[in-house]
């Protein structure tokens, strides 16, 4: 028997969705900032806190295997990349490439940022895109992209037989032998405004929360901060059905109280899927507009 969500279904049927042509349009929208905009900067607050005017670059750790007449990247979910083994090779990067002005920074053993020594002027991927299949179509392109092609080839080299490599390859694990540059930019100069108050699970979004000034809180899978402002943003990932679940026991039905009872404004959603969706209090009365099944929804959006 499918199992359904009352509640999360309501709340996307009496919703007005804004979609997007570009996957972080909607973001761009939602906290005023140009679209196509780097994202690097703003995942890089969130881990860090640290305001910087630099440009960087996420710097994902990955394998890349030869088949046949490809190179493939392996999901980053099997690499499983331990604390020593980020200190390590960030050491390495950092002793060969710093005095040019680059900085490997590894707040999280799988979220790696680069700051590079000048803006670059290059169209990338993020590897969720890339992951399973042949990487030659998603190098970078564009101004700059044969520079920053150039340095991945480099750092594939010196990864090679580095003796964090040397040791998963012994104990039959695959080799982190490169780094995928992605999602490049600054944080703007000027500041940028952004919902009321922000509860979410997606790094990028509690970068641009914190940058834009908004009360933000991360999502623990449990209801813990007030549900009264005029403009409020949920933004966690409902991609999974354990995900959907929790979202309809703990926060689908105080969010509907409190549109209902006018304690909340506005409440936008942005499940994960490159789509934000907007309720009011006026658009749930469109009793018309009937609940389905919430992956249908989410999948035929």
Partial sequence: MEQRSPALETL????????AADGNAVLAKLFGLPAGFGVAPFMRLADTGERDAGFYFRADPVHLAPDRDQVVMLPLSVLHVQADETRALKAIFNRIYEAEGYRLETPQPERWYLRVPAPLNCVTHEPVVVAGGSVFEFMPQGEDGQGLRQLMNEVQMLLYEHPVNLAREAAGRPAINSLWLWGGGSLPETSVTGPVRVLTDISLIMGLARFAGSEFSAWTGKLDIPLESEKQLIAIDCTTDAALTQLEDQLAAPLLRALRQGRIGELMIYPGNQRCY???????????????PLPNLLCAA
């Fill in 12 to 19: 996307f049927a009496r919703s007005q969705l804004q979609p």
């Fill in 278 to 292: 907007r309720i009011t209090r006026k658009s749930l009365r469109q009793f018309w507009r009937r609940r389905r």
